[in-house]
């Protein structure tokens, strides 16, 4: 970029303009598809009564969501319930698209 830095982080940060130039041309042997994600596991006895943390409400709210579940009812509060909520509902939502 021709103008100046933004920022004192941005001034002292390296470039990496000396990759673009490695390679007379580009790579061959990159994949074309990612492998399929894994299915949730229920987690070991110990954890499957912990309650859920920010990150699995998250999760619980996108999976519920794409498989039009209704929360009014039903809510998951442990480890063990989130897991199989989600596994349920991804199952839904895989079968679905």
Same mark, same amino acid.
């Given at each position: 970029?021709?103008?100046?830095?933004?920022?004192?982080?941005?001034?002292?940060?390296?470039?990496f303009e000396n990759v673009l130039y490695q390679l007379d041309?580009?790579?061959?042997?990159?994949p074309l598809h990612m492998p399929d994600?894994? =299915?949730p596991e229920t987690?070991? !006895?110990p954890e499957q009564d912990k309650p859920i943390n920010d990150l699995q409400r998250v999760i619980t709210n996108i999976h519920g969501?794409?498989?039009g579940h209704d929360f009014s009812h039903?809510?998951?509060r442990t480890q063990g319930d989130h897991a199989e909520f !989600?596994? =349920?509902?991804y199952q839904r939502h895989a079968a679905s698209t």
């Open positions: 970029m021709s103008t100046d830095p933004l920022t004192d982080r941005d001034a002292w940060s390296a470039t041309q580009p790579r061959s042997d990159c994600a894994l =299915e987690p070991s !006895v969501g794409l498989s039903y809510y998951p !989600v596994l =349920e509902h």
